[in-house]
């Protein structure tokens, strides 16, 4: 049965007390990898001020974070199914700590950039991690709500990094608030490789690894790519994400500051409580892509990027500051694109089999770091190529222009998931009729 798996001490029950407590260690991993991964975002001018640095070079601080944990998701997948999510999201906690740590004590701009890149690396092998943990330890039918759970709650991390963050760094300064990173980090993946066991059939910690080695690992990810469903969630992560996370990751303030004239406590707020409302849209996504896997998985995509082109298109047509009505109905579209990404892991998920899982899910959780990483630089070009070379030259007009290198990302990844969503979901039918 689905509910039940026997080991050699008992039974463990999927999806019982003992899941939620594996569950539990694994995300503190991940919400401290969120919590790296935004710890620019509210910091970005004083970033821009610290290093005395131009606005494409403050772009790829998270350029280049975002692009390792792109070209990092594949390997970490192929890893994830040869090493098991335990030793995985230990390591990615230990990598981000050092990396955290260079930011803190780095002397010139280019280490610290090497610095963020060493967090992509290691943030790159947590999600997929706690996604595969997800799989292992609760019931089918629950999954698609959990990876939802899971992204959502990892949302925690943004909010640390935009109040306790911010307040430590205005408190101690640069140096100290990234090295109490680096320590919290190091005690986060020395608990998960006390407390996290891979799969509820596993004795002990140790790793069952599957047969074969590393090449039937690469084997795996072969299958993995061949899938429709892989590509196709590959799109949906790309084209959904990108708007959502340049806001909260680096351009969010600037732009709410120039365009709609607001101070940076009013700006913390709005983006904060992005984060509520993502939880909100994850229990409402969770629960139809677990009900209707395969018409009602579209429907969430197409109506979230829909809605997400609709609000910006008006916003950058009208003048501001908007009306508060408006800017809700900004946030509530452009929030959904968090919750609408997970639904590529369901797609993976649901088309490859379970020893490839974690090739297939590294493969379309690129989507979305690929597109965020070209939006980061793109906007940072922009306001250079317009002479917003620093942030006190960030104008309404030139953070205007630079968002518009959203609209051919959206029209891109719209094409590609609509080629390849027909295939997809053939096998969907075949496996759910099976089913």
């Known amino acids: 049965m689905e509910q039940n798996t026997s080991v050699a001490a008992g039974v463990t029950r999927k999806g019982g007390a003992k899941a939620y407590a594996i569950w539990g260690a694994a995300m503190l991993g991940y919400v401290f990898a969120v919590t790296c991964r935004s710890s620019m975002s509210a910091t970005g001018i004083t970033a821009a001020e610290h290093f005395h640095t131009t606005s494409t070079a403050l772009s790829m601080f998270l350029y280049l974070q975002l692009f390792v944990y792109a070209i990092m998701q594949i390997p970490a997948g192929v890893l994830l199914d040869r090493f098991g999510a335990r030793k995985l999201i230990a390591s990615g906690g230990f990598l981000m700590a050092f990396g955290q740590m260079m930011m803190a004590v780095a002397p010139i701009t280019p280490l610290a950039i090497i610095g963020r890149g060493i967090v992509g690396m290691g943030d790159a092998m947590t999600f997929i991690s706690v996604i595969r943990l997800v799989s292992a330890w609760f019931p089918l039918t629950q999954v698609p709500l959990m990876n939802q759970l899971t992204s959502m709650l990892g949302g925690i991390g943004q909010i640390i990094s935009i109040y306790p963050f911010v307040w430590l760094l205005d408190l101690t300064g640069w140096q100290a608030a990234f090295l109490s990173l680096t320590g919290v980090g190091i005690c986060i993946a020395s608990c998960v490789l006390l407390g996290v066991r891979d799969d509820p059939r596993q004795r002990g910690r140790r790793h069952e690894r ?45 732009f709410l500051l120039a365009v709609e004239h607001w101070s940076k406590a009013q700006a913390s707020a709005y983006l904060a409580i992005g984060m509520v409302i993502n939880v909100a849209w994850a229990l409402i996504m969770g629960r139809v892509a677990g009900l209707h896997p395969i018409h009602g998985r579209a429907a969430i995509v197409y109506t979230t990027v829909g809605a997400q082109i609709v609000c910006w298109t008006i916003l950058l047509l009208t003048p501001g500051p908007h009306p508060a009505w408006f800017m809700w109905v900004l946030l509530l579209a452009i929030s959904s694109g968090g919750p609408a990404s997970n639904i590529a892991f369901d797609f993976a998920r649901d088309t490859n089999r379970p020893e490839n899982l974690g090739a297939a899910t590294g493969f379309a959780n690129t989507g979305g770091f690929l597109s965020s990483a070209i939006v ?25 222009v630079a968002v518009l290198i959203q609209y051919p990302l959206w029209a891109f990844g719209l094409i590609a998931f609509t080629v390849m969503l027909p295939r997809t979901m053939t096998v969907l039918r075949r496996r759910f009729h099976r089913d």
């Open 210 to 254: 599957p047969q074969g080695g590393m090449r039937a690992a690469l084997d795996g990810l072969r299958a993995a790519v061949k899938t429709p469903g892989t590509f196709c969630g590959f799109w949906v992560h790309a084209t959904t994400w990108f708007s959502i996370n340049m806001m909260n990751q680096l351009w969010g303030f600037p």
């Open 376 to 400: 980061f630089l793109g906007v940072g070009l922009m306001l250079d190529a317009q002479g917003a070379t620093d942030p006190g030259l960030y104008t309404d007009h030139v953070m205007r």
